[in-house]
């Protein structure tokens, strides 16, 4: 199985801020990355996909970068709406295998 | 707009079994893989069984392999998890999830808002 490895697990961090979380495969994958940003309470949302597609109606401070094994996800600058989980997922094989997750919280 | 609506959720004893079931709509349902994702509280997310868009061939986790079974019919419109031989490490939330495609191996486009499965004696 491929494993995926998020860091940090959860960080702080100010309204305007750049924040970037990494996601390490534990065998090379490509560009069969996706990212899930999920909310307290709600449901995950797609992010970007193909490690570096922004999804339709996401808003372009969100991106995305890499392959083979190291990946990155960064806000350009920190949204009040953007405290929130964020999931990295690999698609290249079966069994699909998600990071452990990345909280952003409120400085 | 593409609506994934699950049910058949609640509290089961441990070795019981329970059908969960995911009406969709707003997509053409027959194009696209559909999935089973689950989250144990607090926990982060975790795959549990995929379909091709033709029902032709399925996918499970290790950790469900032989207990749970997916399904689907084309004609209505509706996914299914068969779940039996449930364990307290079972409980979670479960999402019907869309693939973008008729291949598993794709993005996770549309969530179900979930139903809960509480295993416990």
């Known amino acids: 199985d491929i494993q995926m490895t998020q860091s940090p697990s959860s960080l702080s961090a100010s309204v305007g801020d750049r924040v970037t979380i990494t996601c390490q495969a534990s065998h090379p994958i490509s560009n069969f990355l996706n990212w899930y940003q999920q909310k307290p309470g709600k449901v995950p949302k797609l992010l970007i996909y193909?490690?570096?597609n922004l999804e339709t109606g996401v808003p372009s401070r969100f991106s995305g970068h890499g392959s083979g094994t190291d990946f990155t996800l960064t806000i350009s600058s920190l949204q009040p709406e953007d405290f929130a989980t964020y999931f990295c997922?690999?698609?290249?094989?079966?069994?699909?295998?998600f990071g452990g997750g990345t909280k952003v919280e409120i400085k | 707009e593409v609506q994934l609506l699950e049910s058949g959720g609640g509290v089961v004893h441990p070795g019981g079994s329970m059908r969960l079931s995911c009406a969709a709509s707003?997509?053409?349902?027959?194009?696209?893989?559909m999935n089973w994702v689950r989250q144990a509280p607090g926990k982060g997310l975790e795959w549990v069984s995929s379909i091709v868009a033709s029902g032709g061939r399925t996918f499970d986790a290790d950790s469900v392999k032989g207990r749970f079974v997916i399904s689907r019919d084309n004609s209505q419109n509706t996914l299914d998890l068969e779940m039996n031989t449930l364990r307290a490490d079972d409980t979670a939330v479960y999402y019907c999830v869309k693939g973008r495609y008729g291949d598993p191996k794709s993005e996770f486009d549309s969530w179900g808002l979930g139903t809960l499965v509480i295993v416990s004696s």
């Open positions: 997922q690999q698609y290249d094989r079966l069994p699909l295998t």
């Open positions: 707003g997509f053409t349902f027959r194009s696209h893989a």
């Open positions: 193909g490690a570096s």
